[in-house]
């Protein structure tokens, strides 16, 4: 079968560097029918300047790419979805438009097509105390995450972004604090604010040490690699954290995952969002 076609419904700017572009049709509808579609999706971008075509699949109905065809396929976060209104909705950091996909954001209009290829992935574990850090990248999935917390989740959250004007408020419980860390206009990956945050964090009031924390760090490679060292160090096991490599300074997202598969480690939190498993484990 082909990849679901979702259809540019609309464009929403809710940041000057946060783009949200709705999605909507029957493609959307059969990509939110057929679990797990949350809490990451495949899409697949057409070439510069051409109509979408396919890939081709094979008798296992797994995706026979050609030619360019896999490098034009990127890992997004669901914004949020409508399955009784065939919407979806994806957040694109807008940083240029050198890259594929940064091009695709930034000339886009209602009415164009993209491919949903599938989804699925891992979440934060709800409970324990929460903590939470990523830059801009990891903006959409800390949202996603904050949203379906428990009400009564405590924790903090952590977000590196561009510069004042990219705070915003966020739908979170009230037990949870969020730090925004703005770098003042730096470049993304070079200001060391995630790093500084976490070097410099006492263990949870009420708490003699880091032994009930959840850990969930979406960020650049260098940031991810320093997350890792420091859960060890301050005694935060492997089965309480998910910590995961969105992006690289001088890879693309297909040279990163071929070359260190985003700093993915075995035996860290495996935890499914209930209704969208995958029938094996990760």
């Not at 939470?132 to 949203?147: C, N, R």
Request: hydrophobic share 40%.
């Amino acid at each position: 079968m082909p990849a679901n076609e979702m259809i540019v419904e609309e464009i929403i700017d809710y940041t000057p560097r946060m783009r949200r572009v709705v999605f909507r049709g029957a493609g959307v509808a059969d990509y939110l029918a057929s679990p797990p579609c949350v809490p990451n999706i495949k899409i697949y971008f057409p070439a510069p300047g051409k109509a979408l075509d396919q890939p081709g699949e094979d008798e296992r109905g797994r995706w026979v790419f050609t030619g360019d065809q896999r490098s034009r396929v990127r890992t997004y976060t669901v914004r949020f979805m409508d399955q009784q209104a065939s919407q979806l909705a994806i957040d694109f950091v807008r940083h240029g438009d050198e890259g594929l996909a940064s091009a695709w954001v930034e000339r886009i209009a209602p009415g164009e097509v993209l491919g949903a290829l599938g989804g699925g992935g891992l979440v934060l574990r709800p409970g324990g105390h929460a903590l939470l850090f990523g830059d801009e990248t990891a903006l959409p999935a800390i949202s996603d995450t904050l949203e379906q917390m428990p009400a009564d989740q405590l924790g903090q959250v952590f977000i590196e972004v561009a510069d004042e004007d990219e705070i915003h408020p966020l739908a979170k419980p009230e037990g949870v604090q969020v730090h925004w860390l703005p770098r003042g206009g730096e470049p993304a990956g070079s200001a060391g604010l995630l790093i500084e945050a976490m070097d410099r964090l006492q263990p949870p009031a009420g708490h003699a040490d880091f032994s009930g924390v959840h850990l969930w760090v979406g960020a650049e490679s260098q940031v991810v690699r320093f997350a890792r060292k420091w859960a060890a160090r301050v005694g935060i096991e492997r089965a309480n954290r998910l910590i995961i490599g969105y992006w690289h300074q001088s890879l693309d997202e297909v040279a990163y995952g071929k070359d260190s598969d985003h700093d993915r480690v075995k035996d860290e939190m495996d935890y499914e969002r209930p209704g969208h498993e995958h029938a094996h484990a990760h």
